[in-house]
């Protein structure tokens, strides 16, 4: 029998494909590493995308170092990934993957605009920069609901950073400072804009068009809103 030291060993070996998954769902190729393994964490390294820690000695650390030969095929080389994307770790070798296309260079997708764009919070921060700025401009009333309970949230982005900062604010610490979200374990909350509010609005008209949103979703009789 193999112990886990050798089959560590073996996995590693190999060359790994890193893929990230754009903003409308495509797969797209971020690079070829060869990998080494270093140990294990000596210091607590906190979760990317919600609140947490991994404790010390708890997870594998490697060192990635990027294969040159096929830098030309980053951002432009999309594969279909298959049904479960739940499988972030999948062996080539076995699994073969259909290439749907090879662009002439990288291109962002194009704003979907601000009725239709529905993200998770964990990719915010990932958005294109024409996004980003989109989402900056505008303010609002927004939704959040949750995969795990199915309940829903209707909050409202105020300040000068739009949208997008308000949005950062539950990437950072869960849960905005809402106190419904505060009484619950944090979540990869869907976000969608309900209404853009007009250049000219005032606070107190973006809040009134919240308070009519929490009243039409009733998401304080049947949600997370507590006001």
Request: with cysteine; proline share 4%; net charge negative.
């Amino acid at each position: 029998m193999e112990n886990s030291s050798s089959k560590r060993s073996e996995f590693l070996e190999a060359r790994q494909a890193s893929f990230v998954v754009s903003p409308i769902g495509e797969t797209l190729l971020a690079g070829i590493y060869k990998a080494r393994y270093s140990g294990v964490n000596a210091t607590e390294r906190p979760w990317p995308h919600t609140v947490g820690v991994d404790p010390v000695g708890t997870c594998d650390v490697y060192e990635l170092t990027l294969i040159e030969s096929l830098n030309d095929l980053i951002g432009t080389l999309v594969i279909n990934w298959g049904n479960s994307e739940r499988s972030w770790i999948q062996r080539c070798d076995n699994q073969n993957k259909v290439v749907l296309e090879i662009r002439r260079a990288f291109r962002e997708p194009d704003f979907p605009g601000f009725t239709r764009l529905i993200v998770p919070l964990s990719k915010i921060e990932e958005l294109p920069a024409t996004w980003i700025a989109a989402l900056e401009s505008a303010r609002g009333v927004y939704l959040l609901t949750c995969p795990k309970t199915r309940e829903q949230y209707v909050g409202s982005a105020t300040g000068a950073d739009g949208f997008h900062g308000r949005w950062l604010s539950y990437v950072r610490d869960g849960h905005g400072g809402n106190v419904g979200l505060k009484s619950r374990d944090p979540s990869d909350y869907q976000v969608s804009i309900l209404e853009v509010a007009g250049s000219a609005a005032t606070t107190d008209e973006i809040l009134a068009s919240e308070g009519l949103w929490k009243s039409k979703l009733q998401s304080r009789e049947m949600g997370l809103n507590r006001n």
